[in-house]
């Protein structure tokens, strides 16, 4: 069974950076879509999407992301990053990456299992 496995989450002051990375635990093929998604700490939190990209390169963020996040991949590797920029507080969460997997008529969607990150104020 191919795992996600992230990485890069940590504590950081508010105005601070970190870098996420995931990578699967064995090559994958016909990888689409990658993205990243988050969790806010709290009962009745839903996880939320926060940023994907095409097998293209094409970019997507949610609106409280735009400006401050980048994310990226490497196709050779597997791996995508998400390079977080400006770090606020309400950016606390566990963030979950995820590949979209397969072909024209069956995908299947991988995830991680979490890393978490920490903006203290």
């Not at 105005?15 to 990658?34: D, E, K, T, V």
């Not at 597997?78 to 069956?106: H, P, R």
Request: proline share 2%; charged share 15%.
């Amino acid at each position: 069974q191919v795992q996600l496995v992230e990485s890069g989450g940590g504590l950081v002051q508010a105005g601070g950076s970190l870098r996420l990375s995931c990578a699967p635990s064995r090559s994958l093929l016909r990888i689409n879509n990658m993205g990243w998604y988050r969790q806010a700490p709290g009962s009745g939190k839903q996880r939320e999407l926060v940023s994907t990209i095409t097998s293209t390169g094409r970019t997507n963020y949610a609106d409280s992301v735009k400006g401050r996040f980048t994310i990226s991949r490497d196709n050779a590797k597997n791996t995508v990053y998400l390079q977080m920029n400006s770090l606020q507080a309400e950016d606390t969460a566990v963030y979950y990456c995820n590949f979209n997997v397969g072909g024209t008529f069956t995908t299947y969607d991988y995830w991680g299992q979490g890393t978490q990150v920490t903006v203290s104020s």
